[in-house]
């Protein structure tokens, strides 16, 4: 099956700080979501990019599928942005089951 | 915009009785939902696709029997964790995928999810 890689496991950053989330797979894919875990375990979406750039407000990403990558950027962050980012992708085999990554902790300090 | 709701958020429950979650999309309806499991400090996991009005299809190792799915409506989809004990307890996430709006665009959202604890 496909694999899914994210980098770095773990972040802490300074408030205020900008950062920068990636995300490997191993093949092509039909769709990428970004998502924000947060520390009471809620689990957010933040983009449904399976290429292109978007963004909203602090977070954008950029998803470069021929290269199969996808960056979340985070800027300016905040204490809010804690929790565990996730990308999920969607193989082209396996219509709407998405495949998550282990996901990247973020510690965002006062 | 599209979201996908989850009921209850949380629950605690004693060992060997039936818990009931529900997953709703709203503002549009879903004709296939998944649910997946999240072992603590783990990532998620697909446990079973249902889509309405027929059986759940189960991933290799879900016990059908112990995770029942019911998909009855384009709307709403349940799943309950039968005999629950200890090791069931979890979160539990549901994304449910259908075509939004008057152009028909394909969509498919997650759910908060829903944490269950078994004691």
């Known amino acids: 099956g496909i694999q899914v890689e994210q980098s770095p496991p773990d972040l802490i950053l300074q408030e205020g700080a900008n950062s920068t989330l990636r995300c490997n797979f191993s093949d092509s894919v039909n769709n990428l979501q970004w998502f924000h875990q947060n520390p009471w375990g809620q689990l957010i979406n933040l983009f449904y990019?399976?290429?292109g750039t978007k963004q909203n407000g602090r977070l954008s990403a950029t998803t470069v599928a021929t290269e199969r990558y996808s960056l979340l950027y985070i800027s300016s962050s905040q204490t809010t942005d804690s929790g565990v980012y996730f990308c999920a992708v969607e193989p082209p085999d396996s219509w709407g089951k998405f495949q998550f990554g282990a996901g990247t902790q973020v510690v965002v300090t006062p | 915009g599209a979201v996908v709701s989850q009921h209850p958020s949380w629950v605690i429950c004693k060992s060997g009785t039936s818990v009931k979650i529900e997953c709703r999309s709203l503002d549009f309806q879903a004709t296939t939902m998944f649910w997946y499991r999240q072992f603590p400090k783990q990532s998620l996991m697909l446990m079973a696709t249902s889509n309405e009005g027929s059986k759940a299809t189960y991933e290799q190792g879900v016990e059908k029997d112990k995770f029942l799915i019911n998909h009855a409506s384009l709307t709403l989809s349940t799943l309950t964790v039968t005999s629950a004990h200890p090791e069931d307890s979890s979160f539990y996430i549901c994304s449910a995928r259908g075509y939004l709006g008057l152009a028909g665009l394909e969509t498919q959202y997650f759910g908060p999810g829903t944490r269950l604890l078994v004691l």
């Open positions: 990019i399976p290429s």
